[in-house]
């Protein structure tokens, strides 16, 4: 079991476009199990961790197809935790192949909109589980 923890960030609010994709978005209904909000939570990690999907990683990962304009979606499911209300949700970080973020942000998806459902700002401390 993987924990680490990041601080929360906001994005360039261009998730929501990429989800909406026809390519993406039945598949994500698919193989997520659930119908993601349309957008997503980053996180900033503030662990040392690099998060390592070509290595030990890559046998757990799952994926959403793109196309040569879009690019291929993995992910894994996860966990999230606000540490000051004890809040937490599942839900799966995105590793998009095609992506502006460095490797130590994550995008965080749920079935809701997570800022909201479990009272979080920027710079909030939140805990990350990986559920493998």
Partial sequence: MLKFKGN??????????FMKKEIYFKQYQEKLGYIPYCGTLNITLTDDIHLDVNGKLKKDLKIIHGNSEYGD???LNAKITNPKNKMDKTGDILFPTKTVYTFNTLEFIADEKLREKM???????????LLI
């Fill in 73 to 75: 979606v993995f992910f």
């Fill in 8 to 17: 929360i960030t906001s994005g360039l609010n261009r998730a929501s476009e």
């Fill in 119 to 129: 009272e979080l700002d920027d710079d909030d401390s939140v805990l990350i589980e």
